[in-house]
C-alpha cells in the first residue's frame, strides 16, 4: 500500500494549486482520504477528509470554501483543489489513507511522503 502526493509548488498570494493522492496497491475508494498540513514548527494537522466512497467530507474552518476535495475511482487518485491561497497556507501537505474521514493523525494507517506548498505574499 502507497500513496504519493504531488502538486505542490510556490505560488503567490491569491493562487491556486492541486494537489493529488495517487494510491497504489489498494483502491482509494475502499478508504478514508485524508489531507493533512505542517508548518515548521507546528504540529501536524487536518485539512480536509473524504470517507470511504465519498458520502461525508470535511474541511476544517481554516480552509472551508477555499478548499475542494475530490476523488477519481478511475485514476484511483483524490485530489485536493487550493483556491485564494495565503502564506497562512505555507506548509507541507500529506495525503494519509484509513478507515474513516477523521482529522486525527492516529485516525489513519497509511501516508504519502508529503508535498511542500509554499505562498509567497
Known amino acids: 500500500v502507497q500513496l504519493q502526493a504531488s502538486g505542490g509548488g510556490l505560488v503567490q498570494a491569491g493562487g491556486s494549486l492541486r494537489l493529488s493522492c495517487q494510491a497504489s496497491g489498494f483502491t482509494s475508494d475502499s478508504y478514508g482520504i485524508g489531507w493533512f498540513r505542517q508548518a515548521p514548527g507546528n504540529q501536524r494537522e487536518g485539512v480536509s477528509c473524504?470517507?470511504?466512497?465519498?458520502?461525508?467530507?470535511y474541511y476544517a474552518d481554516s480552509v472551508k470554501g477555499r478548499f475542494t476535495i475530490s476523488r477519481d475511482t478511475a485514476k484511483n487518485t483524490v485530489y485536493l483543489q487550493m483556491n485564494s491561497l495565503t502564506p497562512e497556507d505555507t506548509a507541507v501537505y500529506y495525503c494519509a489513507a484509513g478507515p474513516i474521514c477523521g482529522i486525527v493523525t492516529s485516525e489513519y494507517d497509511y501516508w504519502g511522503q508529503g508535498t511542500l506548498v509554499t505562498v509567497s505574499s
Open positions: 473524504i470517507s470511504i466512497g465519498g458520502p461525508f467530507i
